[in-house]
């Protein structure tokens, strides 16, 4: 039986059935809206968001399991990652520790709407510098969030702020860098009727 969590391709189906049968053609934003109106729903963000919370990638006590892919990021101190994924990015820690349970180096999961990432102090697992694309509708508030705790809280040093969005031929981005040279670069569609996407 599907669920909220077959709405995608409960789309695709619908899609094909009308076209099929009535030869009616629709585009796949709205299927989905049609869709999400059918698990009762105002609209597709609505129930794209609700579907996070659902699945246990978002909200209180997710673990972070319904995530398929979780980038691994290196880290060099374990209290300035916390300062900037906790108390700047706002994600949550899943939880963290020795990674052999007794002095070894720090290993632990934080995750956002839906985004969890792996952090080490283990040189061989991962080296600095990687960048992470993350899609986002929102982006003018995530800026002013973001910005806004950079003045309350000493996340990189002095010298280094949150850019204003930029347009690019995909969307519009802003790239922040964490303390140790790994980046993040969010996305939002120029259009979000055709792509949408939940809030970060």
């Not at 995530?67 to 820690?93: M, S």
């Not at 349970?101 to 720090?106: I, N, S, T, V």
Request: proline fraction near 6%; charged fraction near 25%.
């Amino acid at each position: 039986m599907r669920t909220f969590r077959d709405a995608k391709t409960m789309a695709k189906t619908l899609r094909a059935e009308l076209l099929g049968r009535k030869e009616t053609e629709i585009s796949h934003s709205e299927a989905l809206e049609i869709v999400s109106r059918q698990f009762g729903h105002d609209n597709w963000n609505v129930m794209a968001a609700k579907t996070e919370q659902l699945s246990g990638i978002d909200g209180d006590g997710g673990s972070g399991a319904g995530v398929i892919t979780i980038p691994v990021l290196r880290i060099f101190d374990v209290e300035q990652a916390k300062t900037f994924y906790v108390d700047f990015l706002g994600c949550r820690l899943d939880f963290g520790g020795p990674s052999d349970g007794q002095d070894g180096p720090f290993y632990g999961q934080v995750t956002r709407s839906g985004s969890t990432f792996h952090l080490t102090e283990t040189g061989y697992v991962a080296s600095p510098g990687a960048t992470i694309g993350i899609w986002t509708a929102g982006l003018d508030r995530l800026h002013d969030e973001l910005n806004e705790k950079r003045t309350r809280m000493d996340v990189w040093g002095p010298g280094v702020w949150v850019p204003w969005p930029e347009d690019a031929p995909w969307a519009r981005v802003m790239t922040i860098s964490d303390p140790f040279g790994n980046s993040f670069r969010f996305m939002e569609p120029h259009d979000l009727k055709t792509q949408p996407t939940p809030r970060w």
